[in-house]
């Protein structure tokens, strides 16, 4: 298994440019998430998602849209770049988002991190 | 969502044991504790979790306290690897989002 696939590595942006970044994984995940992380700061969320066709905000999710159209990919789109959400993008994923108690126990996947700069 | 409290540092010698607190006083009964960690240009990964009783693994031990209101991640023996941000985070049942804290950045001393 390849886990949790990001790419880009590494992208620079002009403000108000358009981007996606993509996030595959090949677990059979149902769970799957974005992550930014800041310089000091912790990871915070910006969307998440349970499953195929369902999504749901996090901490952070303005300026950012997302969508769930198979169980193995998690894009997370920026619609009009800002130097705000110059930061590193971790996607990550684990077996099962479900509410009831199937989720609570799953370890969560990271993958490599997409260091975005906008200038 | 339950929050978590963790030291912004630690430091320790190698080869010596290593407890990391967290407080999360206000835990619910469907809150189990999970703790991850972040070496150096990597995303994080996962070390241990725990509801209520004491848990080991080959990475590491979680002791939980009675009232469940704080627990300690113990590193048996340190070793330079071990040089991360570490983060205790509470995960409910009923919730599907998964909140990270700020962490502690724990440095090791050869």
Known sequence: NAGVT???????????QS?????????????MSWYRQDPGMGLRLIHYSVGAGITDQGEVPNGYNVSRSTTEDFPLRLLSAAPSQTSVYFCASSYSGLPGGQGSTDTQYFGPGTRLTVL | DAKTTQPNSMESNEE????????HSTISGTDY?????????QGPEYVIHGLTSNV?????????????KS??????????????V??????????????FGKGTRLHILP
Not at chain 2, 57 to 68: G, K, P, V, W, Y
Not at chain 2, 86 to 99: A, E, G, S, T
């Open chain 1, 6 to 16: 990001q790419t880009p590595k590494f992208q620079v942006l002009k403000t108000g």
């Open chain 1, 19 to 31: 981007m996606t970044l993509q996030c595959a994984q090949d677990m059979n995940h149902e769970y």
């Open chain 2, 16 to 23: 010596e044991p290593v407890h990391l607190p967290c407080n």
């Open chain 2, 33 to 41: 504790i999970h703790w991850y960690r972040q070496l150096p240009s």
């Open chain 2, 56 to 68: 080991n693994n080959r990475m590491a031990s979680l002791a939980i306290a009675e009232d469940r």
């Open chain 2, 71 to 84: 627990s300690t991640l113990i590193l048996h023996r340190a070793t330079l690897r071990d040089a991360a």
């Open chain 2, 86 to 99: 570490y983060y205790c985070i509470l995960r409910d049942v009923f919730d599907d989002k998964i909140i």
